[in-house]
């Protein structure tokens, strides 16, 4: 079973990707701001890091770049999902290492599929 990094500070966005991503066999574990995501990610190892950008203590380019800095949690692969719909706001998420950029508004069943692709499932 795949595990997923839900990071999100809206409570009600974290129990949507979760609730999605559960319902459809994956393991998800949650944090709810940049720090916590770090911590998270170093002690759990997930296959892969679904993180929305505006968060309290780290946003999440901040927190993808530390991610990307220490060895032990490079190799995660990390998601960028947020409203942030910009080029310059994607381009942004990708030079701190994330793999590609989720926009929200998203539908559960676009983000099952996109996550179920990168995973190769």
């Given at each position: 079973?795949?595990?997923?990094l839900a ?24 944090a709810s ?89």
């Open positions: 079973m795949k595990r997923i990071v999100d500070d809206e409570p009600h966005i974290l129990r949507l990707v979760s609730f999605s991503l559960r319902a459809h066999g994956f393991d998800v574990l949650e701001d940049g720090l916590s995501a770090i911590a998270v990610a170093g002690a759990e190892q997930p296959d892969l890091i679904l993180m929305d950008v505006m968060m309290p203590l780290l946003n999440g380019y901040e927190a993808c770049q530390r991610l990307k800095d220490d060895p032990k949690t490079s190799s995660i692969p990390v998601v960028m999902l947020s409203a942030k719909s910009q080029a310059s706001e994607q381009a942004e998420g990708i030079r701190a290492g994330a793999l590609c950029y989720i926009t929200k508004p998203f539908t559960p069943k676009e983000l099952v599929r996109q996550v179920g692709e990168l995973l190769g499932e």
